[in-house]
């Protein structure tokens, strides 16, 4: 005889993409205005990578057992 344990798993936050900035086709990518946009675009992809992040950890501690 077998058993299937079965969980209940809750739907952790799913981070939405950031919008990100484009780049001033008519400036040189080292103009200020591009670097600018290119240091948000960066700290906005390293905040999603964060918030993605939080949401396996939600998941992995459902796994252990935790909420």
Do not use: F, W
Request: aromatic content about 2%.
């Amino acid at each position: 005889m077998s058993y299937t344990l079965r969980r209940t798993v809750t739907a952790c936050p799913r981070p939405a993409p950031p919008a990100l900035p484009a780049l001033d086709a008519g400036k040189r990518i080292e103009h200020p205005a591009n670097l600018a946009r290119l240091t948000l675009a960066v700290d906005l992809m390293a905040s999603h990578i964060a918030d993605q992040d939080a949401a396996l950890d939600c998941y992995e501690r459902q796994a252990e057992g935790g909420s």
